[in-house]
């Protein structure tokens, strides 16, 4: 092996001097396979190791890899970075852009693909090849840690807007990561975690967001999860990556692993992953070694060579790129800002805004401590965050002083405390900072001051822990405290309260939302956070999120929310490693995850059981009010035409969000959920009066439910109904279609018909 350690020390030796700008092209491919000695093939498939490359002399610190260049036949080494919103450097500011999760909330391709352009320009100013995201595992329970990157509940929404985020990056031809591919819903134990699952949950829920992202885009690079699935390491797994990934869903780009090193080589190659990251030169030993033991064929290491080489030749660095380390933030900041309130969510309103008062008495810590994004791999370092204090401020509101400076001054204080002297549970990035005990008297003193008093409440959480139900999900007893102290003292002065979500996912609300005038989910919305929500609250935009999943009224309510790690606490001060005495053991939730609840994932089973939720997914309310009519829907050939004009009926104008909701006959299936998503829209700004006809156009085998038995997709003979309205139980027109015939459908999307 010493041949090989000669070559990688070559290797990286040229990548320290001088990275390779010479290039090559695609028709040289085949040669350079074919020249490419056996110890070279072994390298080029494995990361450098867990970093960033050198610039100037430094490395860069931040998260990613690289890989090594192939001086002899001018392939550069490339550069992978996180993350989902922005890129994720120590050194550097980067702009960070809205989570996913308000991303989802917008309803709107355009929302995605532009926050992608920009991604894509911030890529090429800081040398980087391929962007790691857009993550977009499904929200299978919303104590997930990492929800904030990932965009919804449900499939259809996750998988289109992943495409317009995937489509926007690379048109500046920089590649992207759909990841984590598949069935990678919790954090705890996340790298040894086996998600047990039926076949119709994994084609109906966890690989169909991938599915269709693949037929409106072609990332450059899909990345394997960490997870195990029903026993196989998804690295490992040949039915996902070359059958269902590559065979039935046409996927034609690298498959790049999830940052380990610890899985089985050949297997790997042999399952379809091509590119093993971080990468250690272990791996690349055990690659020849495998190749001499008949346990890896030659052919398998070709086709991953060949998928590298095919991502390499399509990337900046390969392609003349410079990289200027000057994004431009200040475009960025501005984009950040108008994209971040169109996915903002006004839960409750009761006369309240649009509201521009002289004065505001703002509570909360997190008032004055804005999150804009969540831990880990999604953590960007910004150059500022915008406070609400400071939106409201920009916006000519005056923030109450007295309270600015108390909090402001506590924020401070708790947050070096907890950074330095706790051990915080974090991957990078900040802990969540306890509520300030107010006390009434405080309140009652702070009232005469203020037209209208706003409460925010907030909740991070990031990469390698899942929230806990007890002190994430549930509003804790100083926030439950504040917010009814708040609401005495302002309405007994006739004054308003609203409340401000500055949340990276649902919390719980249906016991206290009763109390303030208003509530506005603003997830975490980047580093403009409070002047996108100062735009919303003065009617500057006007609100057009919509909740991209449920807010039930009790966690357990959901079916399958007690298979979750939902009040763990690991040994390792709340990391997602398991303590080594127990791993290996099997646990429920911990070693294994059994996902009982199959395709009910969110509203499937809280409208399908009819069970009452706090919010139902697609809820949201506007300043204006739309009515919907002419509902129309067709089916053609293999396709299914729909649409229904939507007029702005109120006095301001607006955006309405548009879902496509269709209920099917059961056909040869049991159960069915009684209604799914299958498109959505928005509208254009509507003026008061105007209108807008939206329509859609959905494959008939999109309708369809997954026979495991059969290993097809049935569409059932009979009458279907046509939902339109966003909110999933309220439908604001309908209307209905029949099949004359069952149709059945190969797992394979080549059969189906391009839809735009
Ligand atoms: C995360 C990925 C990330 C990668 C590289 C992993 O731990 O799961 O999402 O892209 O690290 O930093």
Redesign the pocket.
């Known amino acids: 092996m010493k041949k090989l350690s000669i070559l990688l020390a070559c290797l990286t030796a040229t990548l320290a001097s001088a990275p390779a700008q010479t290039g090559f092209s695609a028709k040289d491919i085949p040669a350079i396979v074919k020249k490419m000695t056996v110890e070279e093939k072994a390298a080029f498939v494995v990361g450098i190791k867990?970093e960033l490359p050198q610039y100037e002399g430094k490395y860069l610190r931040g998260?990613?890899?690289v890989t090594y260049p192939m001086e002899r036949f001018g392939v550069p080494s490339i550069v992978?970075m996180?993350?989902p919103v922005g890129l994720?450097l120590y050194d550097y500011e980067t702009t960070c852009f809205p989570s996913g999760i308000l991303t989802a909330a917008s309803w709107d391709r355009d929302v995605a693909y532009t926050i992608g352009t920009a991604l894509g320009e911030e890529s090429l100013d800081m040398g980087n090849d391929v962007l790691?995201g857009p993550?977009m595992n499904i929200h299978r329970n919303p104590l997930n840690g990492r929800n904030f990157e990932y965009f919804s509940e449900d499939p259809v929404l996750s998988g289109l807007l992943a495409a317009a985020y995937i489509n926007g990056v690379q048109s500046k031809g920089v590649g992207t990561?759909a990841?984590?591919f598949a069935a990678n819903n919790q954090e705890t134990n996340?790298l040894d975690n086996d998600s047990r699952l039926d076949t119709r949950a994994l084609r109906e829920i966890y690989t169909k967001a991938f599915e269709l992202c693949l037929r409106e885009s072609e990332p450059w690079t899909v990345?394997a999860s960490?997870n195990y699935l029903n026993g196989t390491y998804t690295q490992e797994s040949r039915d996902l990556l070359s059958k269902i990934l590559r065979k039935d869903f046409g996927f034609k780009g690298l498959v790049v692993t999830?940052?380990t090193g610890k899985r089985n080589t050949p297997k790997q190659l042999n399952a379809g992953s091509d590119l093993l990251?971080?990468g250690s030169p272990d791996q690349t030993e055990h690659i020849l070694q495998s190749l001499k033991d008949g346990s890896l064929k030659m052919s398998d290491l070709d086709r991953a060579v060949t998928k590298m080489l095919e991502l390499v030749v399509k990337c900046p660095s390969n392609n003349g790129n410079v990289r200027t380390l000057k994004p431009d933030l200040e475009k960025h900041a501005k984009l950040c800002r108008e994209r971040a309130s169109e996915g903002m969510v006004l839960l409750k309103n009761d006369g309240v805004f649009p509201a521009k008062p002289a004065r505001a008495a703002l509570y909360g810590v997190y008032s004055y401590a804005m999150i804009q994004g969540g831990n880990?791999?999604g953590w960007v370092n910004s150059p500022y965050v915008v406070s609400l204090a400071e939106g409201l401020e920009n916006a000519g509101i005056k923030v109450d002083s007295k309270l600015r400076s108390l909090y402001e001054a506590y924020a401070d204080f708790k947050m070096k405390d907890l950074k330095t002297n706790h051990v915080v549970n974090v991957h990078v990035g900040d802990p969540q900072i306890p509520e300030l005990d107010l006390s009434e008297s405080l309140i009652e003193a702070s009232e005469p001051d203020s037209d209208i008093a706003i409460i925010t409440i907030g909740r991070i959480s990031g990469?390698g822990r899942d929230r806990i139900h007890n002190s994430e999900f549930l509003i804790q007893k100083e926030e439950i405290k504040l917010i009814k102290d708040v609401c005495e003292a302002y309405h007994s002065a006739g004054k308003k309260v609203a409340v401000v979500l500055n949340i990276c996912g649902p919390v719980e609300t249906a016991s206290w939302k009763k109390y303030p005038d208003a509530i506005l989910c603003a997830w975490l919305p980047g580093e403009e956070a409070g002047n996108s929500v100062a735009d919303v609250i003065t009617g500057k935009v006007n609100p057009s999120g919509r909740l991209p999943m449920t807010f039930p009224m009790n966690y357990i309510d959901a079916k399958g929310a007690e298979n979750f790690p939902y009040n763990f606490v690991s040994d390792r001060a709340n990391e997602s490693v398991v303590h080594p005495e127990r791993r290996g053991l099997p646990l429920k939730d911990l070693a294994y995850t059994d996902y009982i609840e199959g395709i009910y994932v969110g509203y499937r089973y809280f409208c399908t059981e009819g069970k009452a939720v706090s919010y139902p997914f697609g809820y949201g309310l506007s300043y204006t009010s739309f009515e919907y009519s002419e509902p129309v829907v067709s089916i053609v050939g293999d396709k299914l035409t729909a649409s229904v004009k939507v007029t702005n009926t109120g006095s301001l104008a607006g955006k309405e969000a548009v879902g496509l909701y269709i209920k099917a006959p059961l056909g040869s299936f049991k159960d069915k959920p009684s209604r799914e998503l299958k498109e959505f829209g928005k509208t254009g700004l509507l003026q008061p009066g105007e209108s807008q006809t939206i329509s859609f156009t959905v494959p008939v085998r999109q309708l369809a439910s997954f026979n495991s038995e059969k290993s097809r997709w049935e569409t059932a003979k009979g009458g279907y109904t046509a939902y339109f309205g966003a909110n999933c139980e309220k439908a604001e027109a309908e209307a209905s279609f029949t099949l004359t015939s069952a149709r059945n459908y190969p797992v394979s999307r080549a059969c189906e018909p391009a839809v735009r």
């Open positions: 867990f998260t990613g890899g992978m996180d993350g994720r790691l993550g990561s990841k984590h996340r990345m960490y999830d940052w990251m971080g880990g791999a990469e």
